[in-house]
């Protein structure tokens, strides 16, 4: 479930709608090549609430990452096809129907699982 176009928003806040549990109010969306081809290499390790949503994606890569991460594939209406946990210089699976990968904090792994519907909706940066 998703308010408006995601795809075109740059922050979501995404909600597991069996649990009620907030997944992350600052999940950026890879819309654009260099945010797409950069991800999250270089960066610190993500804290609670933090993420990035992949769009037209069915597989990722942990080459030059230095945290491991939760790799969520989703449908394209945000339904969890698969979980895996994936630690740096890893290759994740190639997910047939995954058209979405969200990637979070290790430690959102026990807040979301296979079959999980997930609402996503757009929202602004806070300071």
Do not use: C
């Not at 394209?76 to 904090?105: C, S, T």
Request: hydrophobic content about 45%; cysteine-free.
């Amino acid at each position: 479930m998703l308010s408006g176009d995601v795809r075109k928003a740059s922050q979501v806040v995404i909600t597991n709608l069996r649990s009620g549990e907030e997944m992350g109010r600052r999940i950026v969306i890879a819309n654009s090549f260099w945010k797409r081809f950069r991800g999250l290499m270089g960066t610190s390790p993500l804290q609670k609430g933090e993420g990035m949503l992949f769009p037209h994606t069915n597989s990722v890569h942990m080459f030059f990452m230095r945290y491991s991460l939760v790799i969520a594939y989703l449908t394209k209406d945000f339904r969890v096809l698969r979980l895996v946990v994936l630690n740096p210089w890893q290759i994740g699976p190639i997910m047939l129907g995954a058209y979405w990968v969200l990637e979070l904090p290790q430690d959102a792994e026990g807040l979301i699982a296979a079959g999980d519907a997930l609402r996503v909706t757009e929202t602004t940066f806070e300071t």
